[in-house]
């Protein structure tokens, strides 16, 4: 594995619970990282000189701010290029938008705002445009991330709130994952955990116990259980692998891999995990 970013899960905490949202980011959630989890993070991803890109995302990573601030600072001073995910929830006005931006300003590469989250027309889509207007101001590189009704996968939250209603096709047409190169990732996410997600909820190692380093040199797609099968036939391999019991058809190829998924946590508990990212938290049900 050759990594050129890691994409550090700064907290699973949000201000949101967006029917989206892949981690399933909730203000019900937890797991927030330390800050001396950041710099081990830091030290790791140094041994490794194809990392050029630390994103800091979630959750919301604005909800920890001096977290986020030296985590931020830490970063660029170690010589990655930053960028950070938010839902600019902080962004009230662009005056009052400006002092959360300004201490780290020449430090950010790339800020992306998601503006899906206020869509619900009850005045708060102001928030991303007031972030965005406050970046630009500052002279930071900013975009806006929305995510379409076309564009939505069915993973996380996704597939438990949004597949109603949605054409569904039979599970065998699913041969292929669609949206990551699993083989061979070039980024993968870090949860406040250590775990390293080649997509939300399937881990590959830890790197609070296992170094970074190891972990992408003895990394073998082909005799991981959950990898393995999804690599050599997609989702549908997936399911006749392990013969999880499924429904006939599904949304899409992430639909049927997260049900698959989620009925193989109990066998995969180190590799299907953790609980977050499958909506189970407390006062979760
Ligand atoms: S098919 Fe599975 S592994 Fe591929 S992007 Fe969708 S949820 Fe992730």
Redesign the pocket.
Known sequence: MTLTGLHLLLTYECTMECEHCFVWGSPKSSGTMSIAGVRSILRQAREMPGIEWIYFEGGEPFLHYPLLTAAVTESYEAGFKVGIVTNAYWATSIPDAVPWLQPIAGMVSDLSVSSDLFHSGDGDSQRSENAVAAARQLGMPVGVISIGDGAV?Y?GRAAAKLVRGRPHQRWEC?TT????T?AEPGRVHVDPFGNIH???G?VVGNLFNERLSRICAGFEPESHPVVGP?VRG??AELVRRHAPAHDEAYAD??H???NA?TLLRERYPDVLAPDQMYGRFPGSG
């Not at 994952?177 to 990551?180: A, D, G, L, Q, S």
């Open positions: 996968m993973r699913f994952c669609p949206h990551e699993l080649v997509c939300q399937i999804l997609g989702p190829a992430c049927l891999c997260y998924r």
